[in-house]
């Protein structure tokens, strides 16, 4: 157990020099008002900096993470995160650029968010991109803002009121609907595991915004019937979003834009190799069609083909959704990525993705359910049913992973599927490292049915045992000197 | 076993009329789904509920669950020791983990909630 | 030819295929229309690791970053030294590669250091309890605006007009959503109007929100201010700027009830405006109210203290339409910077750093002010960035001075009509004496001001 930074240091210890101040100092009262300067420092640690660097680095080592470890996390896409990607974002000319700069000292920047703009758009069948967003979560927020605004420009803003949403969704979707004055619908999908069309034709009117779907959806299967959906959606009046989570089976193969949908986001933390850094930093680029250009936040990057500017000039934009241009260390990040790949390497990227996952649904499933046992895409979802009734569930088996080196997957979601465990290998995995999560898995359906006690005190290896969750809910502990 | 001297909703809220008013919490049942409570939101005392509006939240690590009003009525007292405690909510669902009580509903309203005997097929069992 | 990152041998592929029960890749797209499947992608073909490091190099050389030049540009944005230290510990994998902690087993390095940030994030802001950050310090005014509509339960938001223009700009855009209400307290003289707030502190309003030191760089008295603001009912929303708060009295001593803000100085580059660190911190009361990741303390199976997520139930997971956000990235490595840095500066260093930005911006402000033709243009306190009233016109000035190598300031006309000729100066660590003795030479240099002495 590592103490907290607040345990470490002493009175004093600091060891970190500043500059001296080398101007002539005037008294603080003089310059600011006396109620206003601070009457006790806070109670930050003293600590040398040799202290400070163990503690970080015996901290790291607590972590699993994806260069010691495979995260087959559905809906994640832990994808190896390439070094260059690292030295580049970290290139002087773009770490130490103030986005306040004239454009004429910031012209490669400017052709970098240019570049990867096209290519995000050609790879999504897209007309434009904002690459303002943060995370995926505020892309999509930023998509059904358009898509509000361009109701409202027809007319017909008070009268669409509705955004549907399959049972299977992620959280994030029927949140951002809420966030922005929706209400949300939810549809059925059916015994095959997508939309069931049917249902969505009930619900669609005229008080259809839009539906949020994604395809590959949550369960991993292609929506065959999306032209179909796109259709009726269309037909209706409302849009169609696309949550960009599962970008990753398709990329090179088929497009959102090409399939129907007028606006999506990405996670480029996912399918563009950007890391995940613990939580964040990511980044949620916002691709539309045609008729939702007019709404794109601004500034967007134009160019003449020589020289690149900011423009302003979107009358009908839905304004900024945040300061500054966007999270560009994470662009560059992407734009490496996908100048690495190429054309060619981003269509077998995801091949790889959806060859991995087939590969180890076939590898399973004679030991573990597979309630929608079609070919899958990039991931594919069991159900721990069949080792619930012998004697261990679905968490508990996914602890039992961490002791043989694996990070849990995704679990409990999507909410439709019981005891559901969702599987997403990426496509940089060997199949050497496929092959040992097989292993592990079919080992810990033999435990399961020998021996379940092994799996239900799982993880036995980790650093630390089971965490009380509900103490930490019944009785915060969320600062250390303010309980 | 389900009280016989409560009624019940189809969101698993039950109610007992004691001395005049109802006294209203949630079943065995839904505790046991939504696993741990450690936290319960409470209505203000003195706001006006209509039978089957939300009036509050239960929240366990996993999961988060609305409450509706069984029976129309003033709140005339929330049960205190939920914030220090959530977890009476879990041990004494029918007893100490009661949550609001309300006050004047009608005998319409009453009607309208399920017997035990409703209630029990409803869980299925 | 290989391909990057992508291991697989044909043969092994075709091993992988007969465990499937198909013939090819294309098999495993059989749902997927033939109509859609036919396009080209405009995306340069593949390339070495060699080439890519060329190509990317090439672009940042296109540009001319501060390091380069003397910048006094800040308008929060800072540009700040970060200790190397700090890029060390980013470069540990465990930490740049882990996801998300949500199985708390193995990330209790994230988990623990995300509390320590909302500990010493806690400790600078005089509040007592932080979330785990937001995506910056823009998104996070509409998060803690809607926060206090929530607690309050009333429908307008105030916000003072020296907020920064562009987390203003993001306001009106989120408060788009729920049609919250939003109003704007002008200025009187460079600072906040007290008797047109007084008018607008109506029992409609939720919450101030005001920024200190405010966007212009000035710093008011908080305690009457929000004296005001509680007497109305209302919550007091302070924007503020951690770099001050070693000298700056902090926020939840003089009343705020939220507080949030940028903490991109402390360990993270100006990156031509992202990937930042927001932060947010509140009273114990509002706990439950805070949007995004929370991590908490607790105990596992063997006793042993440890960190987990908690309040779960309030994000977008779990409350799907009723989270209080749809936020679901926390800026953990960001954050980490941050975290990094404050624990090498320590609460001495804070105030150090404060001090030496103070100090200098002083020095710097009081020569500019005697130029002929110059002005400090708000006559009121400031901390370390000033409003610089020029005699010519704003761009003319900063476009002469880019060619001497000097980003003098940030022009305001855009946003502050009445600021037109007016540059938002910005001193802190790295602008020495030196350089700020050159921004007063290069400034008396101009045409405009030696016409001004002329005459």
Redesign the interface.
Known sequence: MEPLLFELGAPGRHDAKLPPVGVTERPLEELLPAGMLRQAPPAWPEINELDVMRHFNRLSQLNFSIDTNFYPLGSCTMKYNPKINEAMARLEGFAHLHPYQPSSMTQGALQLLHELERMLASLTGMARVSLQPAAGAHGEFTGILMIRAYHESRGEGATRTKVLVPDSAHGTNPATAALAGYDVVTIRSNERGLVDVEDLRRHLGPDTAAIMMTNPNTLGLFEEEIVTIAGLVHEAGGLLYYDGANLNAIMGTVRPGDMGFDVMHMNLHKTMSTPHGGGGPGAGPVAVAERLVPFLPTPTVETDGQTYWLSFDRPASIGRVRAFLGNFGVLVRAYTYLVTMGADGIVQASQDAVLNANYIKASLEDRFDVPFNQTCMHEFVISGDRQKAQGANTLQMAKRLIDFGFHPPTVYFPLIVHEAMMIEPTDTESKTTLDGFISAMRTIADEVEASPDLVRQAPHTAPIGRVDEVMAARKPNLCFTCR | MLPTDCLYTQTHEYLRVQDGSAVVGITTHATEQLGDVVFVELPAVGRVLQKGESFGVVESVKAVSDLYAPVGGTVVAVNEALEGQPGLVNEDSFGEGWIIRLQPFTEADLAACLSPEAYAALIGG | MP??????TEA??L???A????AS?D???????D???H?????????S?LE??R??????????????VN?F?G???Q?RYA?A?V???L???????????Y????????L?????F???I???T?????N??L?????AVPEAAFMAMRITRRPRVLIARDV?P??R??L???A????ADIAEVPLSGGMLDRARLAELLTPEVACLVVQVPSFLGT?????SLAEQVHAAGALLVVVADPTS??????PG??GADIVVGEAQAFGN???????Y?GFMACR?TF??QMPG??????????G???F?L????R?????????T??????????A?AA??H????????????G??G???A??LAEKLARLPGFSLAIDA?F?NEFVLRLPADANAT??AL?ERGI?PG?ALGHWYPEYADCLLVSVT?LN??EDCDRLVDALADLPATRSVVAR
């Not at chain 3, 465990?19 to 198909?22: P, S």
């Not at chain 3, 990741?293 to 199976?301: A, C, H, K, N, W």
Request: glycine fraction near 6%; proline fraction near 6%.
């Open positions: 391909f990057n990152y992508l291991p697989h092994e592929r091993e992988m295929l465990r499937i029960g198909v890749i098999d495993l797209y059989q749902a997927v229309p109509s859609l499947r396009f080209e992608l405009e995306i340069p073909p593949s390339a690791e890519v490091n190509r990317l190099s090439s672009l940042a050389a296109r540009n001319v970053p501060t390091s380069q910048s540009l308008a929060g944005a540009r200790p230290a890029d060390w510990v470069h540990r994998s465990e930490f740049l590669t882990a996801y998300t902690p199985q708390p087993e193995v990330a209790q390095g994230t623990q250091v995300i509390y320590e909302q500990s010493l806690c400790q600078m005089g509040l007592d309890v932080a785990a950050s995506y910056d310090g823009s998104t920064h562009e987390y700009e993001v009106a855009t989120y788009s959503g729920p049609h710093v008011q008295d908080m305690h708060l070693g000298i700056l009295e902090a001593a003089y580059a100006v990156a031509f405006g992202g990937p660190v114990e706990a439950r990741r929370i991590v908490g303390q607790t105990l596992d199976s063997r042993q203290r440890c987990t908690t309040m779960q139930t994000e977008q997971h779990i409350r799907r339409e009723k989270a956000s749809n936020i679901c990235t926390n800026q953990a490595l960001n980490l975290t990094v404050m624990a090498v500066l320590g609460p001495t260093g804070l105030r150090d750093l001090r030496i103070l100090q200098r002083h020095a306190p901390f900063t476009t880019a980003l940030v660590e020495t004496p």
